[in-house]
């Protein structure tokens, strides 16, 4: 079964970066296209970017130019850097294949964002 545990997240200021990280298991993890969710309170999941297997890449507009997704097939991870940190950018973040496999999210990591 598909385990995907998220980690890296925590406090940090405006203007400052973090790096993501998520580890998956139970699946054959470089067949798929993973993404980078978030969910920020009140407010939906939404899907801020992907990485095929292959290494292409796309981002939400809200994203572009900061957040950078990237992956290594034989650890089964997959990374999110995020540079120059906004407040919007609190959020609980999560990854998980695009489509997502539903009842397979993980505990996401939580980033929180000082002005």
């Known amino acids: 079964q598909v385990q995907l545990v998220e980690s890296g997240g925590g406090l940090a200021q405006a203007g400052g970066s973090l790096r993501l990280s998520c580890a998956a298991s139970?699946?054959?993890?470089?067949?798929?296209?993973m993404g980078w969710y978030r969910q920020a309170p009140g407010k939906q999941r939404e899907l801020v970017g992907s990485?095929?297997?292959?290494?292409?890449?796309n981002y939400a507009d809200s994203v572009k130019g900061r957040f950078t997704i990237s992956r290594d097939n034989a650890k089964k991870m997959v990374y999110l850097q995020i540079d120059s940190l906004k407040p919007e950018d609190t959020a609980v973040y999560y990854c998980n294949r695009v489509p997502e496999w539903a009842g397979s999210w993980g505990q996401g990591t939580q980033v929180t964002v000082s002005s």
């Open positions: 990485i095929g297997s292959g290494g292409s890449t």
């Open positions: 139970g699946i054959i993890f470089s067949a798929y296209r």
